[in-house]
């Protein structure tokens, strides 16, 4: 989509470094967003895994139990990172807290009744917010533990101490899939917002199969998920992920890092997430200069091979590019819309990928996804100078 370069979309620096993060954890939840009149459903980031083992691993404890009542408490469960017993001056974010009465613990013990807490919707500017509009916001839990149906659940505590009216002990699913439904014991069935936890990751088995996956987790994994032998990924928690490196011939270019669900590592006994929105692809400023045909050598910088890697290509208009009202910002952001496909890649951390391009600019995403740290998405600036392959080829990129 070709725009006019006289009428650039303008963003400050400021504003690009206070966009929509949701930062997950004891000291709840940090939004920065525009105003809007009326709830608005809040997306829950979602740190996803494909091994039983990390949900066990994770979890302060697990258990099986029936969610019997749904909360009306209007607590905002957004606060302010320096002082949790304030709550955030421009957001409201609903949580519908569950009453759950515990059958067993399989993992832990504690209490008989139980509370298990799901965001909801987000209400901005604060101000705004009535008894309406909160139980709106509250009722926008995307996929609710449903009422009187038997789960398996792996959760972590929730400890707020903001003298404000919320039941305890209050408990906050870990890694998704946290919740499994047993309520016929043929088939136990995750229930997640991430469709690759539902239908991909974890297929459906009996109960008892179940519970002695989770009594036994090492080595316990899933036919579809990666192996159990994987690297210590603390180095790589953050509020960011690290870059990835593109190398064609001997030229080196860092991606531009964009939108991203990022694991944070543990704060007092809770994991942290953090989502930035870049809305649009970050590349470096500068493109690198190439002649295709060209080999480009993708590094990604976990040592664990991603459970979903795509990428796309397409052309970089002047008119696509946003305006960064800081000159020494070392990145674009482009407004393009660049379709994605897996075909051809392999889920490597390092593979060779083959270019055929015609001369011109090029923007290059790549967006990859890992069990237990989370998704991002790369950008790389191409500068194609020459041309001397076939885009017919069969094996040029792109058909």
């Excluded at 525009?34 to 994770?58: G, M, R």
């Excluded at 960011?240 to 543990?266: C, H, K």
């Excluded at 990604?300 to 795509?310: E, F, R, T």
């Amino acid at each position: 989509m070709n725009r006019n370069p006289n009428n650039q979309r303008k963003i400050t620096f400021g504003t690009l470094a206070m966009i929509l993060f949701f930062i997950l954890g004891l000291t709840g939840y940090r939004m920065f967003a525009p105003a809007f009149p009326k709830p608005v459903a809040a997306q829950e980031q979602l740190l996803t895994t494909n091994q039983i083992s990390d949900l066990v691993e994770h979890a302060d404890i697990i258990v099986s139990g029936r969610p019997v009542r749904s909360l009306e408490n209007n607590v905002n469960f957004a606060r302010d990172p320096e002082n949790p017993e304030q709550e955030d001056p421009i957001l409201f974010i609903a949580g519908q807290i569950f009453e759950v009465i515990v059958d067993e613990y399989i993992k832990g013990d504690g209490a008989k009744v139980i509370f298990i807490v799901q965001t909801g919707g987000w209400i901005t500017p604060a101000s705004l917010r009535n008894n309406a509009a909160m139980q709106k916001a509250r009722q926008m839990v995307k996929v609710p533990l449903k009422l009187g149906d038997a789960y398996i659940l792996f959760l972590s505590s929730y400890e707020t101490d903001w003298g404000v009216n919320v039941p305890e002990p209050l408990f906050r699913g870990t890694l998704e899939p946290w919740r499994f439904n047993i309520t016929n014991p043929e088939a136990v069935v995750p229930e997640s917002e991430s469709s690759r936890a539902v239908n991909v990751y974890f297929p459906r088995q009996n109960l008892g199969e179940f519970v002695d996956l989770i009594k036994n987790p090492t080595g316990a994994v899933l036919p579809t998920s990666t192996p159990a032998s994987t690297p210590d990924l603390s180095p790589y928690y953050g509020e960011r992920p690290p870059p990835a490196v593109l190398n064609v011939d001997e030229q080196e270019q860092t991606a531009g890092v964009g939108t991203s669900t990022w694991n944070g590592g543990l704060v007092r006994g809770a994991i942290k997430i953090t989502h930035s929105d870049a809305f649009g692809l970050v590349t470096p400023a500068e493109p690198i200069t190439v002649t295709s045909p060209f080999t480009a050598t993708l590094h990604l910088p976990i040592p664990m091979a991603p459970y979903i890697l795509k990428y796309g290509l397409a052309a970089a208009s002047p008119g696509d590019r946003w305006e960064v009202s800081r000159p020494e910002y070392p990145f674009e952001i482009w407004g393009t819309g660049i379709t994605l496909s897996g075909e051809g890649l392999a889920l490597a951390q390092h593979q060779d990928i083959f270019f055929c391009l015609e001369p011109g600019q090029y923007l290059l995403m790549f967006r990859a996804e890992w069990s237990s740290l989370g998704s991002t998405n790369y950008g790389f600036y191409l500068d194609v100078i020459s041309n001397t392959c076939s885009a017919s080829s069969s094996d040029a990129y792109p058909n």
